[in-house]
C-alpha cells in the first residue's frame, strides 16, 4: 500500500501531492513495472482522503504515460519509469563526457524562451501507444499499401470533422494534403505555383517560411505590419502575388488580424486571376479569451485562400505531420501537377493519428494543455508583474498563442539586458530580431516571450534571475 505524509505537501493540492508523490515512486524504482495500484476506493480510505483527489491524480498519471488501467482489473504501472531511467542514465554520461573534455561545449540555457520544446511528461504516451496497438491490431492490410500524395483517407477525414468542430470550417477530403512538416509543404506548394511567383512574408515574421520560398528560387519580399495585420496597401506596392500570413495569432508580434484587415486582404487577392493566400493558422488552438476569428479560408467566397496547419504545436514538435487545405480547383491541379508523389508520412503515424482524433483524445489533450499553457502564462505574468521587471516593461498580447511581448518603457538598451539575461541563462529574443531588413529599431523594443518550453515549478527561479540581471542594468555605474 502506498503510504504519505500529507503534512509535507506544502502549498500543493491534495491531487498535485498524491499525483507528484506516486510519480516519483515510479521513476524512482520503488513502484515497479507492471505492479498493481490500490483502487481508487482502497487508497482513498488507507490515506484518509477523497476518492475524487485519487481519481483525479490516478488520470493525470494515465495521461502522462506513468500508470494503465485495464477495465476490471484496475490500475498498474506502465514501463515509462524504464525508459525514463535509460534516458536519465544516457543525460548523465553524455554530461559527464562533457564536462571532462577541453573544449568548451554549446551553451545551455536554464531558460529558453525561444524554444517551442514539448512540455515534459504531458504527451499522453498510454493512450498514443494504445491507439497504436489498435490500428495494428485492425489495419494491417492498409499499413501495406503505398498513400499517395494526399495521405490516407482516414486522417483526411479525421481532420475535416476537427476543422468543423474547431475552426467551422466546411471542407471535404479531397482538398486535404498531408505533409511532413509544414516545410515540406512549403516546398510542394513553390513547386506547385512556380517558382516565377512573387511571394510575400510578414515583416517582421517566420523566418523558415520565407529561406524556404527563397530556396526554391522565388522572388521573396518582406512587407510591414502595423497593430492590425500586415499593410495591403504596402502588399499591393511589392507586386507579390502569393502572401504567406498569419492572422489569428502573428509571430513574433502576437497580433491577431481583425475583421476588416482580412477582407482588405480577400480583396487584394480577388483582384486579379493567380493572386493567394497562405494561411498559416499558428497557435489558434491556443487562444485564452473569447472565440478565435473566423479563418481566411472560412470567409473566403472565391477559393483564394490555402489553409496550412501542423500538429506539432499542440502533440510534439518532433511530431512531423502537418496539413493544408486547398480550394477545390487548386486540389484538382495539384493532383494533376504533383499527383506522382508519395506522401511523406507514414501511413501507420496516419491512421493513429486518425483514431486518436476520431476517438475524442486529440480534443482532451488540446483541452488540458490549454488548461496548463494558461497557468503557465499566468504563473509567469504574475511573477513578472510582482518583480521589478514590472517597473521596467509592460506585457502585451498576452491572451492568444504561446508567446507574449515584454515591452521596454524607458531608454534602457535592450541589446544589453538581453546580453545580461544570456549570461544569466536565459536565452530571449528581441522583436527586432525578426526583421528582414537592415533591422529597423522600433519606437518602442520588446522581448518575444515564447513560454511553452519552461517548466511551471522553475518560474520563481526564473524571474529572480531575470531580475539579478536586469539589476545589474539599473544600477550600474556609468
Known sequence: ???????????????????????????????????????????????????????????????????????????????????????NAATDLKTAHTESEST?????????????????????????????????????????????????????HAICRHLKAFRNMDISESQVIIGAGTESLYSMLVQFLGSNQIFAVENPGYHKAAEIFRLHGTKCVPVKIDNNGIIVEELEKSGATVVHVSPSHHFPSGIVMNFRRRTELLDWANTTQNRFIIEDDYDSEFRFIGKPLPTLQSIDKNNRVIYINTFSKTLSPSFRISYMILPPELALAFSKKLGFYSCQVSSFEQFTLARFIDEGHYEK??????????????????????????????????????????????????????EKWRKAGINIQLLSDYFYDAKPKPATESFVVNYSGIKRDSVGEVIQSMNRALSEVLYSTP
Do not use: C
Request: proline fraction near 2%; avoid cysteine.
Open 1 to 87: 500500500m502506498i503510504t504519505l505524509d500529507f503534512e509535507n505537501r506544502g502549498n500543493k493540492t491534495l491531487t498535485d501531492f498524491l499525483y507528484s508523490s506516486i510519480k516519483n515512486q515510479i521513476r524512482d524504482g520503488v513502484l515497479k513495472e507492471n505492479e498493481k495500484l490500490p483502487s481508487k476506493r482502497a487508497l482513498s480510505e488507507h490515506l484518509g482522503i477523497s476518492v475524487i483527489t485519487v481519481q483525479n491524480a490516478y488520470i493525470q498519471l494515465i495521461d502522462e504515460g506513468y500508470i494503465y488501467s485495464i477495465e476490471k482489473k484496475g490500475f498498474f504501472v506502465s514501463d515509462i519509469a524504464r525508459h525514463l531511467k535509460k534516458e
Open 104 to 156: 568548451a561545449a554549446p551553451h545551455t540555457f536554464f531558460a529558453d524562451f525561444t524554444s517551442n520544446s514539448a512540455v515534459p511528461g504531458k504527451f499522453p504516451f498510454s493512450l498514443w501507444s494504445k491507439t497504436m496497438r489498435q490500428v495494428l491490431a485492425s489495419e494491417n492490410d492498409k499499413l501495406l499499401k503505398r498513400t499517395d500524395v494526399f495521405g490516407t483517407l482516414e486522417l483526411r
Open 365 to 418: 489533450h488540446i483541452n488540458r494543455m490549454k488548461n496548463y499553457y494558461r497557468s503557465l502564462r499566468n504563473n509567469l505574468i504574475t511573477a513578472i508583474e510582482n518583480s521589478e521587471l514590472s517597473k521596467v516593461f509592460s506585457i502585451h498580447e498576452e491572451n492568444s498563442g504561446l508567446h507574449f511581448l515584454l515591452t521596454l518603457n524607458n531608454d534602457f538598451d535592450a541589446r544589453v539586458i538581453q
